[in-house]
């Protein structure tokens, strides 16, 4: 399981949404074995006024935030941070220094999914990798 928030400025977002969700997808497919079908991701477009930031990381400056179970070995999050700053400066044209990412791992015991604690579902995929 990976819950994923994106934050940037409104103007930002609305213009590369499309762009950043594939790129953020792709990236957590590639380096996480994840299936294409499990895309959750939600956008966070923020005002000016809202979003303060150096002004060096510009106005496209782009927050992720990725939560997912524990068990993920550090090279699999290595990669997965890899996957995103190449993605994005690909598909989205962010550069990496205008980008942030943030990894939060929980034990599946702590999720809440489909009306069961996600320790007693069979996933259809592996967290261990």
């Known amino acids: 399981m990976a819950q994923i928030i994106v934050y940037g400025h409104r103007e930002s977002i609305d213009r590369r949404r ?23 991701q939600r956008f966070i477009a923020l ?25 993920r070995s550090d090279a699999a999050k290595r990669a997965l941070i890899e996957e995103l700053f190449a993605r994005i400066e690909r598909d989205a044209g962010t550069p990496p220094h205008a980008v942030e990412v943030t990894i939060h791992e929980t034990p599946r015991v702590n999720w809440g999914i489909r009306g069961r604690n996600a320790e007693d579902l069979s996933l259809g995929y592996c967290v261990d990798v």
């Open 47 to 71: 005002s000016d006024e809202d979003f303060l930031h150096p002004p060096d990381r510009g106005t496209d400056y782009t927050i992720i935030e990725i939560s997912m179970f524990e068990g």
């Open 18 to 40: 499309a762009a950043l969700s594939e790129a953020i997808h792709g990236a957590v497919m590639s380096a996480l074995d994840y299936p294409p079908e499990k895309r959750f």
